[in-house]
């Protein structure tokens, strides 16, 4: 029987776009993602920058494993790697079946984790460093939700000023 602590399916990773992205291209796939990980009961944040994608995917197990399944085919993913797996007793990010929030204004140097979980490798995965870089983003990651407006009507969040 499952504990409470693994109600809730957590996978976050990393992969390389195989082709650039614009601001059309990620809306669109957002708006894809979204009714996609509606229908699965997966929520998560995406994070875009410089032709990489670091993505929190959290719900029931079937469902969180089928959207990796589904990206790991996808021809616009290389070098898909889980970073990090786990269960977890609530979502992080229950509100948003895909929370996207842009952080151009923020060098990736500001963003605790991030470069270092941008550079993980297949060698990384057990690693306390890993483990730390992954942790300090996911803090970020919840404290810019916590942070954001969420606009109810296209699901997306916009950093306060």
Excluded: C
């Excluded at 059309?24 to 944040?45: F, Y």
């Excluded at 959207?67 to 797996?85: G, W, Y």
């Amino acid at each position: 029987m499952a504990s409470d602590r693994d109600a809730v399916l957590s996978i976050i990773y990393s992969s390389r776009a195989t082709v650039p992205f614009s601001d059309a291209d990620l809306v669109e796939l957002l708006k894809v993602s979204r009714r996609n990980n509606a229908g699965s009961e997966v929520t998560g944040m995406l994070l875009y920058r410089d032709g990489r994608f670091l993505q929190v995917l959290e719900g029931p197990a079937e469902g969180v494993r089928e959207r990796m399944a589904v990206i790991a085919r996808d021809a616009r993913h290389a070098e898909v790697l889980v970073l990090l797996e786990e269960g977890l007793s609530e979502r992080r990010f229950p509100d948003w079946t895909m929370g996207f929030v842009p952080h151009e204004s923020t060098p990736p140097d500001e963003i605790p984790g991030y470069l270092s979980a941008f550079g993980l490798s297949d060698d990384d995965e057990d690693s306390q460093d890993a483990v730390r870089a992954l942790s300090e983003l996911m803090a970020w990651f919840e404290s810019t939700a916590k942070g954001a407006q969420k606009d109810v009507a296209t699901n997306t969040a916009t950093p306060l000023a």
